[in-house]
């Protein structure tokens, strides 16, 4: 099982930027599809973005061109950079580590865009 703790969280104005980090350990990290959910009050925890192993990326379109999601296999760190935040981005976000049966989460950190 892999342990995740996730930082870089905060409170940032609308049209700015924010760059998260996970940092994971106890399992063989570059195995592991690692993702980034997040969830709003009232809402569904949501994908925001994925990348596998070899760097195969995938995005929820309310972020595309806005998010880039990125891993260090040597670092066993996963990040996600924020651009052009929206108020609507406002959510706690976790990472997620998954195999097949198995699935990792972090404790999350909040992100907030308000001016």
């Known amino acids: 099982q892999v342990q995740l703790v996730e930082s870089g969280g905060g409170l940032v104005q609308p049209g700015g930027s924010l760059r998260l980090s996970c940092a994971a350990s106890g399992s063989i990290f570059s195995i592991y599809s690692m993702n980034w959910y997040r969830q709003a009050p009232g809402n569904q925890r949501q994908l925001v973005a994925g990348i596998t192993g070899t760097g195969i990326t995938q995005y929820a379109d309310s972020v595309k061109g806005r998010f880039t999601i990125s891993r260090d296999n040597v670092k066993n760190m996963v990040y996600l950079q924020m651009n052009s935040l929206k108020p609507e981005d406002t959510a706690v976000y976790y990472c997620?580590?998954?195999?097949?049966?198995?699935?990792?989460w972090g404790q999350g950190t909040q992100v907030t865009v308000s001016s």
């Open positions: 997620n580590a998954y195999l097949p049966g198995r699935s990792s």
